[in-house]
């Protein structure tokens, strides 16, 4: 069974910073293409950032285009999500999602096969 457990988030004020984490267990990781998708209060799930199996290929909304950065590392079974410079929008859970076998880049919510549980970011004005 495919587990996906995030760490990382918190409160953090306005322009500030936080690195998310996202272990992942179950399966060979470095086959499977990993993202992080975010859910606002009173709004639906929503893509944030994609990379594919090897880290060489990544894909962002526009929303957080350079200011945030995901990568892997495959030796440790693990998703990164860097954010700089965050704003009180970017305030939502964040979830850890892992595609299916055919999914090169994870950017829409039918691709995911697997979901993490969740980890909280809140920035403060």
């Known amino acids: 069974q495919v587990q996906l457990l995030e760490s990382g988030g918190g409160l953090v004020q306005a322009g500030g910073s936080l690195r998310l984490s996202c272990a992942a267990s179950?399966?060979?990781?470095?086959?499977?293409?990993m993202g992080w998708f975010r859910q606002a209060p009173g709004k639906e799930r929503e893509f944030v950032a994609a990379?594919?199996?090897?880290?060489?290929?990544?894909y962002y909304s526009d929303s957080v285009k350079g200011r945030f950065t995901i990568s892997r590392d495959n030796a440790k079974n693990t998703v990164y999500l860097q954010m700089n410079s965050l704003k009180p929008e970017d305030t939502a859970v964040y979830y850890c999602?892992?595609?299916?076998?055919?999914?090169?880049?994870?950017?829409?919510?039918?691709?995911?096969?697997?979901w993490g549980k969740g980890t909280l970011v809140t920035v403060s004005s």
């Open positions: 179950g399966r060979t990781f470095s086959g499977y293409a």
């Open positions: 999602a892992q595609g299916g076998v055919h999914t090169v880049i994870l950017v829409t919510t039918n691709l995911v096969e697997y």
């Open positions: 990379v594919g199996w090897s880290g060489d290929h990544t």
